[in-house]
Structures are given as C-alpha cells and as structure tokens.
C-alpha cells in the first residue's frame, strides 16, 4: 500500500509540474495564431470562440484541468496536517474541475462560461489561502504555506488594479498559480521518491 501511495504522490507530483507547462504553452500558441487577440481589448477566453486559437485555447484547459485533477489528489493525500489544508485541497481540487469546465464551456455557451469562469478565479486564492495558512501552522512546511498565501495574495490582488483588459489580471494570476503548482508538484515528487 506504502508503493501505491507513492506512486499516486509522483504521478500527481508530475501532474502538477507539467499542467502549468502545457497549458501556458498552448495559451501562447493560441495567442500566436489570433493575430486579431489583444493584451488591451480582449479577455483571455475570447481566445476559445473559433478557429484554431480556439481549439489551442480550450484543449489547454482541459488538458490543465485534468492534470490538476490529478495533482489536486495527491494534494488532498500529501497534506493532511489540519482541518484547513483538507478544505484547501478539496477546494484545489473544485478549482480544478473549474479549470477544465471553461474549456468545456467556452464563451460560445454564454453565462455557464461567465459563471465556471468565476469559479475558477474564486476558488483558486480561497484554496491557496486555505492550505497556505495550514501550512504555515506546521513547522516543517511554512515555506511551502508562505508561498501558497503569496499566490492567493496576488491571485486576489491583481484583480484590484484598473486594467484595460480581462486578459492581464488573468495571465497574472495563472502565472502566479502555475509557480505554486510546479513547486508544489516537485515537493510532491521529491516526498514520493524519499519514501
């Protein structure tokens, strides 16, 4: 059972490294074949309307919704130090369903995609701040914790400035989310490989 849960904590390890890495990669893909696609005028979900941007847009989310999935298991696994890090790690993982349902259900399907679209950049900070905190409270993981407040801090944060556009405060904050995932998915690889 030991091997098994191992294993579950490496693949989710990679899960969380690689979604990050794939779905930014696709997004800028996507944003490259849209010549129409502006940084000022548009949010990042017009991307997923038509044609081939489209198609590289929504398959980034799903792709990254599925592989959060993943990673957001071996989340709720790995961190059970406390009440709030098991609700942090269930809301990750809603977070993640949430990722993949705008992909899903692109702008073309009208307020379903405004409302997973909320959910998505709701959940996200909530979770983090959630597990962060947790975090913090166990000595051995207050780095880890004190990165996690430091995205939902600038998850929420960004959407505070006047921006021209949707699609600023949107890369932003998934940036910053994606340099939690990949440090906490190598944390999760590294505790999978130490036994």
């Known amino acids: 059972m030991a091997d098994l849960n191992q294993l579950l904590m490496r693949i989710a390890g990679l899960c969380g490294i690689t979604a990050p890495i794939i779905s930014i990669s696709l997004i800028l893909l996507a944003i490259h074949n849209a010549p129409w696609f502006s940084w000022t005028g548009n949010a990042l979900s017009d991307l997923g309307v038509e044609g081939s941007p489209a198609v590289l847009f929504n398959t980034s989310l799903i792709i990254g919704g599925l592989l959060t999935t993943v990673f957001a298991i ?11 890090s098991r609700v942090g790690s269930m ?37 983090l701040l959630l597990t962060g905190l ?53 944390k999760l690889y590294k505790q999978s490989t130490n036994g």
């Open 74 to 84: 071996g989340l709720i696994q790995a961190l059970r130090i406390h009440i709030l």
């Open 134 to 186: 947790a975090m913090v409270l166990e000595t051995t993981k207050r780095r880890w914790g004190l990165l996690a407040i430091i995205v939902a801090v600038i998850a929420v944060g960004t959407w505070m400035f006047r921006w021209p556009s949707a699609a600023i405060p949107e890369f932003i904050a998934s940036l910053a989310a994606s340099s939690w995932s990949i440090f906490s998915g190598i």
């Open 91 to 127: 809301l990750f993982l809603l977070d993640a369903f949430a990722l993949c349902a705008i992909g899903v259900f692109p702008e073309t399907v009208g307020r379903l995609h405004f409302y997973v679209s909320v959910a998505f950049f709701t959940l996200l900070p909530l979770s």
